[in-house]
């Protein structure tokens, strides 16, 4: 999305704000401890994918699984952001993978800068999740960028939100993961609406699945 100078300007003051409220300093320790926590995160993802009664792979697939594929954690790629609301949106279909769609509520923006450029990206609410206890404050951020369909998969990823208790908020792009139907097409996975397209590459997160015999699903 771009901007005219003047309002990117106070955009980018706002964030610097946040930033300044939010942000923890940047030190060694923080950046060890950082990353050590997405490597957990990581491993805990590959537990799952392993065991046959929570995987979405294949029983050919898990035999010979070893792990999924991911970037070097970055601590750059967690970036503050601005939440703004959008009360006054409507309930509106998501296609989905297998041409079914999905019932979403776009529940307000996350503005954030990233490599010097001021980003937009919508954060939509499910409507069937809300009504459970356990996923009640879940929202769900469906992206893409220029890395799809080469380093990343094709279809775009998604980083799991909750509603936010103020403006200031982390977005944090080392945990961008592949929707289900990128190792198992059975599965059907909400399409990232366009407006959520970033024009600059996003290497964080994970990578595309490489099947264990040496294929790969993009």
């Not at 964030?15 to 409220?21: E, G, N, P």
């Not at 590959?46 to 294949?58: A, F, H, T, V, W």
């Not at 697939?61 to 959008?86: E, H, M, N």
Request: glycine share 8%; charged share 25%.
């Amino acid at each position: 999305m771009r901007f005219t100078p003047g309002v990117r300007v106070i955009i980018l003051a706002s964030l610097a704000c946040i930033t300044a409220l939010t942000l923890s300093p940047h030190s060694q320790g923080w950046a060890d401890d950082y990353v050590n926590s997405v490597k957990k995160s990581r491993a805990d993802r590959d537990r799952e994918y392993k065991d046959p009664k929570q995987s979405p792979l294949g029983p050919g697939d898990i035999a010979g699984f070893k792990g999924l594929f991911y970037f070097k954690v970055a601590p750059g790629y967690r970036v503050q952001a601005r939440f703004v609301r959008t009360p006054d949106e409507k309930k509106f279909g998501m296609p989905t993978t297998t041409g079914r769609t999905r019932i979403y509520l776009k529940y307000g923006e996350l503005k954030f800068v990233i490599a010097g450029q001021v980003q937009t990206l919508s954060v939509y609410q499910s409507e069937s999740l809300s009504k459970t206890e356990k996923y009640k404050n879940h929202l769900l951020i469906p992206f893409t960028d220029p890395t799809n369909g080469k380093e990343t998969y094709g279809g775009g990823r998604y980083i799991d939100f909750e509603i936010p208790k103020s403006e200031a908020v982390v977005l944090d792009f080392n945990l961008a993961y592949n929707p289900s139907c990128a190792y198992n097409p059975s599965f059907s996975c909400p399409i990232p609406p366009r407006e959520n397209h970033l024009n600059l590459k996003i290497k964080a997160g994970e990578r595309a699945y490489r099947k264990p015999h040496g294929g790969r699903r993009a």
